[in-house]
T-cell receptor, first 111, second 110 residues
Framework: EDQVTQSPEALRLQEGESSSLNCSYTVSGLRGLFWYRQDPGKGPEFLFTLYSAGEEKEKERLKATLTKKESFLHITAPKPEDSATYLCAGGDGGSQGNLIFGKGTKLSVKP | KAGVTQTPRYLIKTRGQQVTLSCSPISGHRSVSWYQQTPGQGLQFLFEYFSETQRNKGNFPGRFSGRQFSNSRSEMNVSTLELGDSALYLC?????????FGPGTRLTVL
């Protein structure tokens, strides 16, 4: 069964304290690994798409990496405004439309 | 470029009623997907439409249905509402890479 698992479920950091979020997947025929940020009461905001092992993408304080079995979202020197739930999803390549989501990691950054 | 819009944003219904939610994708996007988000199950795929045809369907009962119009706008319908249908319903549109989500419709079933 296709599955995406994220850890930890929740993470509390002090401002400036770097860390990583993990996303492990078992999606047959994976054709893309997606990262989203979701603020309370809002829809997920697209961050990155990774397609092949070894690929890395960066945006401000965030860097996403991909291996054959998992992806990491590294957060460098986070700020309070980085507090959100970060979602990981796998696309099976059948189409762009069917994403399998993990349950998310709720990140809190304290000043 | 305007993002994905969903209407209404909030909805309160009672058990047994039916509801229709609407989604307007980003201009030029032909694929529209619908997801249900609940605290317990997270985001779960409902169905995807492309050029007015259902291309994929998730594991939901037949009470959940949808359609897409020639202008790519999409609607989803839930009939005979149950308490467990209370959730945030999200619509996403995509062109080639990645999906872009709307703000969602918060449905509460009493």
């Amino acid at each position: 069964e296709d599955q995406v698992t994220q850890s930890p479920e929740a993470l509390r950091l002090q401002e400036g304290e770097s860390s990583s979020l993990n996303c492990s997947y078992t999606v047959s025929g994976l054709r893309g690994l997606f990262w989203y940020r979701q603020d309370p009461g809002k829809g997920p905001e697209f961050l990155f798409t990774l397609y092949s092992a070894g690929e890395e993408k960066e945006k401000e304080r965030l860097k996403a990496t991909l291996t054959k079995k998992e992806s990491f979202l590294h957060i460098t020197a986070p700020k309070p405004e980085d507090s959100a739930t970060y979602l990981c999803a796998g696309g099976d390549g059948g189409s762009q439309g069917n994403l399998i989501f993990g349950k998310g990691t709720k990140l809190s950054v304290k000043p | 470029k305007a993002g994905v819009t969903q209407t209404p944003r909030y909805l309160i219904k009672t058990r047994g009623q039916q509801v229709t939610l609407s989604c307007s994708p980003i201009s030029g996007h032909r694929s529209v997907s619908w997801y249900q988000q609940t605290p317990g199950q997270g985001l779960q795929f409902l169905f995807e439409y492309f050029s007015e045809t259902q291309r994929n369907k998730g594991n939901f009962p037949g009470r959940f249905s949808g359609r897409q119009f020639s202008n790519s706008r999409s609607e989803m319908n839930v009939s005979t509402l149950e308490l467990g249908d209370s959730a945030l319903y999200l619509c996403a549109s995509s062109l080639l890479r990645g999906q872009f989500f709307g703000p969602g419709t918060r449905l509460t079933v009493l």
